[in-house]
């Protein structure tokens, strides 16, 4: 059985910074692409940013560039999103998502196959 479980969320100022986990098991880590979505209340689940399977590249949504790091550990089955330099509009719950061998697409959400729980994160102005 495939399991998703994020944590790491909670309430930060403006300008603070969070690291979200997201520890996957029930599954061959190393050969999915992992992305993470978001969802604010009233709105549609938009991606985030992912990293590929193999070689480790990394995507990411134009409105995060720069401030947000997506990183994996395969040792550890292991996703993580580092966000710095938070902003209200960064209020959402966040997923993470699996893709097997996933290589393209990944800003779709019916690209993956399996999803967390979801954990809030919410920033303060």
């Known amino acids: 059985q495939v399991q998703l479980v994020e944590s790491g969320g909670g309430l930060v100022q403006a300008g603070g910074s969070l690291r979200l986990s997201c520890a996957a098991s029930?599954?061959?880590?190393?050969?999915?692409?992992m992305g993470w979505f978001r969802q604010a209340p009233g709105k549609e689940r938009e991606f985030v940013a992912a990293?590929?399977?193999?070689?480790?590249?990394?995507y990411y949504a134009d409105s995060v560039l720069g401030r947000f790091t997506i990183s994996r550990d395969n040792a550890k089955n292991t996703v993580y999103l580092q966000m710095n330099n938070l902003k209200p509009e960064d209020t959402a719950v966040y997923y993470c998502?699996?893709?097997?061998?996933?290589?393209?697409?990944?800003?779709?959400?019916?690209?993956?196959?399996?999803w967390g729980q979801g954990t809030q994160v919410t920033v303060s102005s």
């Open positions: 998502a699996a893709d097997l061998y996933g290589t393209t697409r990944f800003e779709y959400k019916d690209e993956y196959d399996h």
């Open positions: 029930g599954l061959t880590f190393s050969r999915y692409a």
């Open positions: 990293i590929t399977w193999i070689g480790g590249r990394t």
